[in-house]
T-cell receptor, first 110, second 113 residues
Framework: QQPVQSPQAVILREGEDAVINCSSS?????VHWYRQKHGEAPVFLMI?????EQKGHEKISASFNEKKQQSSLYLTASQLSYSGTYFC???????????FGAGTRLTVKP | DGGITQSPKYLFRKEGQNVTLSCEQN?????MYWYRQDPGQGLRLIYY???????QKGDIAEGYSVSREKKESFPLTVTSAQKNPTAFYLC????????????FGPGTRLTVL
């Protein structure tokens, strides 16, 4: 079951904040966030396991609400380098078969 | 250097020909995966393998085949039965652990003429 991401695209000015959401119709075991630049491989950002934990990576953090079956990625004080397509990957149980959302295209302008 | 390699980066084939995409990893990862990505789309799972000589179909396995004879290698064959094979193909691998994630290779862009 592929997760649903929103929004599909967002345009920011440098320094602005953004939130990207990832939701599933099924209970989730883990959520993985990646960023992909055009023509390149996705790069891992962070993993969240069920339990509602929140993680941070410099100015990028994420939360995982197990009950709501959704995760959110928070980008604060965006930089030009944040531009790219963000994907969430989800696992419904601990069987190592991840499914990805359709992606959110983020553009940060000067 | 440890990592995942895919070759070639760009591949052109005539319609009706089978083509094999290479994926090798020296990370000692147990599981390996193949995804397909179409322009502006997400990643769709084709096949995955968690152990040598065993693999499972993903969501879009029709028209594809794989083998896992060695832990380090997981080649993908795009057969002539695949109706629309032009896409960006990504290979990934991971340790079989609840706290680990998948790491991706650089991808192969296949164009069928």
């Amino acid at each position: 079951q592929q997760p649903v991401q929103s929004p599909q695209a967002v345009i920011l000015r440098e320094g602005e904040d953004a939130v990207i959401n990832c939701s599933s119709s099924k209970a989730l075991y883990s959520v993985h966030w990646y960023r992909q630049k055009h023509g390149e491989a996705p790069v891992f950002l962070m993993i969240l396991l069920k339990g509602g934990e929140q993680k941070g990576h410099e100015k990028i953090s994420a939360s995982f609400n197990e009950k709501k079956q959704q995760s959110s990625l928070y980008l604060t004080a965006s930089q030009l380098s944040y531009s790219g397509t963000y994907f969430c990957g989800t696992e419904e149980d601990n069987n190592n078969d991840m499914r990805f959302g359709a992606g959110t295209r983020l553009t940060v302008k000067p | 250097d440890g990592g995942i390699t895919q070759s070639p980066k760009y591949l052109f084939r005539k319609e009706g020909q089978n083509v094999t995409l290479s994926c090798e990893q020296n990370l000692n990862h147990d599981a390996m995966y193949w995804y397909r990505q179409d322009p502006g789309q997400g990643l769709r799972l084709i096949y995955y393998s968690q152990i040598v000589n065993d693999f499972q179909k993903g969501d879009i396995a029709e028209g594809y085949s794989v083998s896992r004879e060695k832990k380090e290698s997981f080649p993908l064959t795009v057969t002539s039965a695949q109706k629309n094979p032009t896409a960006f193909y990504l290979c990934a691998s991971r340790l079989v652990s609840s706290t680990d994630t998948q790491y991706f290779g650089p991808g192969t862009r296949l164009t069928v003429l």
